[in-house]
């Protein structure tokens, strides 16, 4: 038999709040365990916490980027459950009023592109971490993370294969990362997806039994594991098995799933309002106030960029790939049409030059793969040298290398020796230039001389251009750049080398 898959996701993002949902406490990764806690996160007796107000206007945000309605009154309310890391005995939820619903989010490109449409997205308390590698084998609780703001999305069941679930994440980790909201670390957690997935014959309309996944922290993961999943479930129901309605771990060392619980019932949590906490009423000035804030996302940014660099498809997708990666095209982008650049003149070449060469040397030097825009990162080298900082040599070093390149001052491959240079001592261009002579030499007289010493070394190839073989042109050029150390401007050489050859 043949069967078509249906696959729902949701998705638990960290919020980028400097404290926690529902006390002060503080949220940065990596503290020491247990201490960013408080009788509230705690969950001691008698506390009471308080709705964090960064996390809402968040919510906001990404529920506006979503094509959400916002609520204009949300309640939370407690869903019970017992876990060692969950100290209170319930987390704070949303349940029957979730402040943003009925969204969508557009994934694929143009023909291809498909609604998904978003069912819910609410506001929620992280719970703690326990540790299994404590002394003589014994397990810990690490606290730090319980009370940490999320925010739980949910899609309808609209995607009909593992490529589509995983370009939705995609998108909406964009999304998220370009909101500013969420940082979108699957490795550590910050991005959590929960794919939930059914078949059902080809053809029908009736929705399989479902099953959620769990555990899963890549991409990569995501889709191998729904792949999995699906020749597991058509396997027991070509063997006229039913399948369980049930929550599965996947494993990432064996490449399969195995049953972790049974699937619970929304009613199994016995919900009920938290009577500590007061209605959150959200007024139509703060929606407003957000959807003024919004910034411009990544696939109006591919859009545009298309449009005002005259890129491809592909170009405008590595550059907006990533926030980082379109400011710092964008920054050296506006030093160039300051200073009298078209932008359709600069686009294509100046893209490679971000990403291609520029991220060959953030490799190269291991910098942070999510480099910020703001902060200044250090470049791993000897310690002899001075700190490098990559948001100096991403805005002001790059546009002022690819003036002199474009202004003929130096060549293409001198100008990549440089960039490389830059990096590892932070000198700016100008001064590596400078210091190691390698201004482009476009003085006639000295090419010419050099031309005449390779066509002297070379009479062999130069018998076969004249005798027609035009392809050995390109031999003549590569020696003389080869004899100026790559210093002959390009463009002579070719128009010089032309005219020599012929006579
Ligand atoms: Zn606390």
């Not at 945000?61 to 979503?66: E, I, K, Q, V, Y």
């Not at 308390?125 to 326990?130: C, F, L, R, Y």
């Not at 078209?342 to 942070?368: A, M, S, Y």
């Not at 990162?377 to 310690?383: F, G, L, R, T």
Request: aromatic content about 6%; glycine content about 8%.
């Amino acid at each position: 038999m043949a069967y078509e898959v249906v696959i729902g996701l949701e998705v638990h993002a960290q919020l980028l709040t400097a404290s926690k949902m529902f006390c002060g406490c503080g949220t940065a990764f990596g503290a020491a365990p247990n201490s960013q806690t408080c009788p509230v996160c705690l969950g001691m007796p008698g506390v009471l916490p308080v709705i964090n107000h960064k996390a809402v206007e968040f919510a906001v945000r990404t529920g506006l980027a979503l094509h959400c309605t916002i609520a204009p009154l949300n309640r939370f309310a407690r869903k019970h459950y017992f876990y060692p890391d969950l100290p209170k005995g319930y987390q704070t939820s949303q349940y029957e009023l979730p402040i943003c619903e009925h969204g969508w989010l557009e994934i694929g490109q143009n023909g291809t592109s498909k609604r998904v449409r978003i069912r819910r997205a609410h506001l929620e308390e992280d719970a703690g971490k326990n540790l299994h590698a404590g002394i003589a084998g014994a397990s810990h609780v690490d606290l730090n993370r319980a009370g940490t703001p999320l925010l739980e999305i949910v899609t309808e069941p609209d995607m009909g294969s593992p490529d589509e679930a995983v370009a939705y994440l995609k998108a909406l980790r964009d999304i998220l990362v370009y909101l500013e909201v969420c940082d979108g670390n699957m490795e550590e957690g910050s991005l959590r997806c929960e794919p939930n997935l059914s078949l059902r014959p080809v053809g029908s309309k009736e929705l399989g039994t479902k099953v959620e996944l769990k555990n899963i922290n890549s991409f990569k993961f995501v889709k191998a594991a729904m792949e999995y999943e699906i020749k597991r479930q058509a396997k027991v129901l070509n063997e006229g098995g039913k399948i369980a309605q049930e929550t599965r771990l996947w494993d990432t060392e064996k490449g399969e799933t195995a049953v972790m619980r049974s699937k619970e019932e929304a009613h199994d949590y016995r919900y009920f309002t938290d009577p500590d906490l007061v209605p959150l009423r959200i007024t139509t000035e703060m929606v407003e106030e957000a959807r003024k804030s919004l910034p411009e996302l990544s696939a109006d940014k591919h859009k545009r960029f298309m449009e005002e660099y005259g890129l491809s498809d592909y170009d405008a997708g590595v550059l907006t790939a990533d926030k980082a990666t379109a400011t710092d095209f964008e920054v050296a982008s506006q030093t160039l049409v300051d200073d009298g650049f078209r932008k359709k003149d600069i686009g294509k070449e100046l893209c490679h030059w971000i990403t291609v060469d520029l991220r060959g040397l953030q490799n190269k030097f291991n910098l942070p793969k999510f480099a910020g825009t703001t902060s200044v990162h250090s470049v791993e080298k000897p310690a002899s040298q001075e700190e490098v900082s990559w948001v100096q040599i991403t805005h002001e070093g790059v546009p002022q290398l690819f003036k002199m390149k474009q202004r003929g001052e130096i060549s293409g491959p001198i100008a990549k020796s440089v960039l490389e240079e830059m990096f590892t001592t932070g000198k700016s261009a100008a001064e590596i230039v400078k210091a190691k002579g390698l201004t482009q030499v476009s003085d006639e007289g000295a090419l010419e001389k050099i031309i005449d010493e390779v066509m002297a070394k070379n009479p062999q190839q130069l018998a076969q251009y004249r005798s027609g073989k035009e392809a050995v042109f390109g031999f003549f050029v590569g020696q003389v750049m080869k004899a100026s150390g790559g210093k002959a401007n390009p463009a002579k050489v070719n128009e010089l080398l032309k005219k020599k050859l012929a006579c």
